[in-house]
């Protein structure tokens, strides 16, 4: 798993993309990968360490999610990008990542109804509608706690949480981000828009596909006037969400939401590779796509999931994709133009170095799951350079 037996120079993966204002040397990126160790919500310098280390020339990581306000979230560990503390932090991280001649962008993450009140200083979840996600092992200070009904957005807060993620999009480019990424898929906030069967507004927010994306479209809209659209940039997870059934037509709902951002401009969009091998499994663990495929509420066959259903919308938009790669089969849909760049997880976790093994043909090592998110730098910045026996 993960290895190959040759070198991979001539391949497109290792060639040249212009991503907004970002002038790549490779297509191997970083996906953002929360990893709890930010205490206070403010990374310390083990963070620096680890971004400086997977930093490689021409290189793009991009930032674990970071929540534009107390109210998006406020996970432990997890860090913030709102405050001239987390302004003065990230500078540090992206000076690092810059020294090695690599790019930065900085993921904006507002969880919607997936914040708990205890995080939240006793306030309730806000989203679309008034949902719950039942019992959920997140990021919090008591382990599994019960979700309680999120609260409808009034048109006030979200005028508030537009104005959160404009405000925290202008303090990552004063951290020295050179770019921002706005969280719009996995079941979190703007995914609660975007969703029918968790949007259940009657205004102008909710109803048609116009209206569910309305608040997605106004955040962007918003930071692409702060800070141009070159900088902006969106992840979408179409066919995966998080704790949510899938919307009743993704294709027709994602087609205008893309067909939207396409107008824009914006750096590029990444989205969520779905991956049918993994139906039968992942539908008696997230109950979301794959419950709906087992009920019969969407087509089941493998052509019904394919990112292709959005290359029309998406003409000079580039597209990233993530999920489940590998140093095996991320090259051909790179170099058959299907996409033009790939994002990497788990595997950059306990690779540093995985730009030079999958140029260069070599096994990857495997990561460890029990140490995703427990402080310090055991599973974090102790992985090792090179082949492992």
């Known amino acids: 798993m993960g290895s190959a037996t040759q070198p991979h120079d001539a391949c497109k993966l290792f060639t040249p993309l212009q991503l907004g204002t970002m002038k790549l040397s490779h297509r191997v990126l970083m996906s953002p990968l929360t990893r709890a160790r930010c205490p206070g919500s403010i990374p310390t310098p083990l963070v620096e360490e680890y971004y400086a ?7 793009l ?7 534009p306000s107390l109210m998006a979230g406020n996970f432990v560990g997890v860090p913030g990008m709102f405050a001239p503390e987390h302004v003065r932090a990230w500078k540090k991280v992206t000076d690092a990542v810059h020294a090695k001649g690599a790019y930065m962008a900085c993921q904006l993450w507002h969880t919607g109804r997936f914040a708990v009140s205890v995080q939240l200083g006793g306030r309730q979840p806000l989203s679309s509608s008034a949902t719950n996600v ?18 409808p957005m009034s048109l006030q ?5 537009i104005a959160d993620h404009v405000h925290a999009a ?18 979190y906030l703007c995914d609660q828009f975007l969703n029918d069967n968790v949007n259940f507004r009657n205004d102008q927010y909710g109803g048609s596909k116009e209206n569910r994306a309305r608040f ?33 037509d993704p294709i027709e709902t994602f087609r205008y939401v893309l067909s939207e951002v396409e107008k824009r401009g ?6 969520t590779q779905p991956r049918t091998d993994l139906l039968l499994e992942e539908s008696t663990k997230w109950g979301n796509l794959y419950k709906a495929v087992e009920e019969g509420k969407v087509a089941a066959t493998a052509e019904d999931f394919h990112l292709r259903h959005f290359e029309e919308v998406l003409k000079t938009t580039p597209k990233l994709t993530t999920g489940n790669y590998n140093s095996e089969n991320c090259f051909d849909e790179v170099e058959n133009g299907e996409i033009d760049a790939v994002t990497f997880g788990r595997w950059f976790i306990s690779n540093p170095d995985l730009v030079e093994k999958i140029r260069e043909g070599k096994k990857l090592t495997e990561w460890d799951v029990k140490k995703f998110y427990t402080p310090g730098k055991e599973g974090y910045t102790d992985y090792p350079v090179g082949e492992v026996s």
């Open 53 to 59: 280390q997977r930093a490689t020339e021409g290189g």
């Open 61 to 67: 990581l991009i930032s674990e999610g970071m929540h």
């Open 134 to 151: 039942g019992s959920v092992n997140r990021l919090t200070t008591q382990g599994s706690v019960p979700h309680e009904l999120s609260k």
């Open 157 to 161: 807060e979200i005028k508030y949480t």
């Open 170 to 187: 202008i303090c990552a480019i004063e951290a020295g981000f050179d770019c921002v990424e706005i969280t719009a898929g996995n079941g």
């Open 216 to 248: 997605t479209l106004e955040i962007l809209d918003a930071i692409i006037s702060a800070i141009g659209a070159s900088k902006v940039s969106l992840r979408f997870s179409p066919w995966g969400t998080v704790w949510m059934p899938l919307d009743s």
């Open 266 to 271: 914006v750096a590029y969009v990444c989205l």
